[in-house]
């Protein structure tokens, strides 16, 4: 009886330790700040989240498969002012949104081409993109801000029904991922890549073009975060969503997905997202210093690749232990 408690006890602990967390930090958030869980600042959260949280879906399907991307937060920034651009000179609203996700896809083809063709470290290859996406929008823009964006802001600033726009797009998009992960051939095939890519090589996936679908799907989040992004603050912003990319990823990574591959969740993401978002939110009701809000970022991101790092080697020492002790 006791050794059945304390499998259930692990099980759970596996498979829910990420909303235990947020749950004992929605309930530590309220009892320090009462404003924290209002329907208002909880809607303004969501609505805050819902850009990075679209990004954390692309980064969660290039982890799981072996890779990354440093580029998105740059990549956003161009695909944005170039969608805003496009709708100022046509106003027409889904050439805007079709050009965002354009030029999201084309940045993150050449991030393939050099991963795949070239055999670049995608984080080689993603840190480049990410010098020339961030350059391309600045020189298109010569550095300032595209103002006066009219109906565009419908995307990011509208409602439907009760719901912010953006946090609808984040609703679908991450039905979209979770049925991408769990129930497509190409899910499966990034688990297996992710996982031992040689191995999956040799079981006939095709290793090169998986990687190629990856990066696309990414650059269509990527896109339609740049308009989402760009139509919540009501202008074609070349300098915006710096450090964006560095969010998605720590939303990915405390969401449970392993930094070494082959393991990932859309449902986690979102549960790491929101952890993210409250503990930022927190910091702004309690008026934490701004510099000191940079620390805690950084040290939460080093805390979960660690806990990464150790569960997956206690997991590996685990099953080698059962697998000498089956032999013996």
């Given at each position: 009886m006791k050794t059945k408690i304390l499998q259930f006890w692990d099980t759970a602990k596996n498979k829910y330790s990420?909303?235990?967390?947020?749950?004992?930090?929605?309930?530590?958030?309220?009892a320090i700040n009462p404003n924290f869980l209002t329907g208002a600042n909880l809607s303004n959260v969501s609505r805050q989240i819902a850009v990075t949280t679209i990004l954390a879906f692309g980064e969660t399907i290039l982890i799981i498969c072996g890779m990354l991307d440093l580029s998105s937060g740059s990549v956003l920034a161009l695909s944005g002012v170039l969608s805003v651009s496009a709708f100022k000179m046509t106003g027409n609203l889904p050439l805007a949104f079709f050009v965002a996700i354009f030029v999201a896809v084309f940045c993150n083809l050449i991030n393939a081409l050099m991963v795949t063709r070239f055999k670049t470290p995608p984080f080689i290859a993603t840190l480049a993109m990410l010098a020339m996406a961030r350059g391309a929008a600045l020189l298109y823009t010569k550095g300032q801000n595209i103002y006066q964006i009219g109906d565009y802001t419908v995307f990011g600033q509208g409602y439907i029904g009760f719901i912010p726009t953006p946090v609808v797009f984040m609703i679908i998009l991450f039905i979209a991922t979770w049925y991408i992960l769990k129930h497509t051939r190409f899910g499966r095939s990034l688990f297996a890549i992710g996982g031992n890519e040689e191995a999956a090589n040799a079981s006939g996936i095709n290793v090169n073009r998986n990687k190629v679908y990856a990066f696309a799907v990414n650059g269509i989040l990527v896109g339609i975060a740049g308009v989402l992004f760009m139509s919540r603050v009501n202008s074609g912003l070349p300098n915006g969503a710096i450090g964006y990319e560095f969010e998605a990823l720590t939303s990915s990574v405390i969401g449970g997905t392993s930094f070494t591959g082959g393991i990932g969740t859309a449902g986690g993401t979102v549960a790491g997202a929101f952890i993210v978002g409250f503990l930022n939110n927190i910091m702004n009701l309690t008026n934490v210093n701004s510099?000191?809000?940079?620390?805690?970022?950084?040290?939460?991101?080093?805390?979960?690749?660690?806990?990464?790092?150790?569960?997956?080697?206690?997991?590996?020492?685990?099953?080698?232990?059962?697998?000498?002790?089956?032999k013996a």
């Open positions: 990420i909303l235990l967390v947020l749950i004992v930090l929605t309930i530590v958030s309220t510099y000191l809000q940079q620390i805690v970022r950084g040290a939460i991101i080093a805390l979960a690749v660690i806990y990464d790092i150790n569960s997956k080697s206690k997991k590996n020492k685990k099953n080698l232990g059962n697998i000498s002790g089956k």
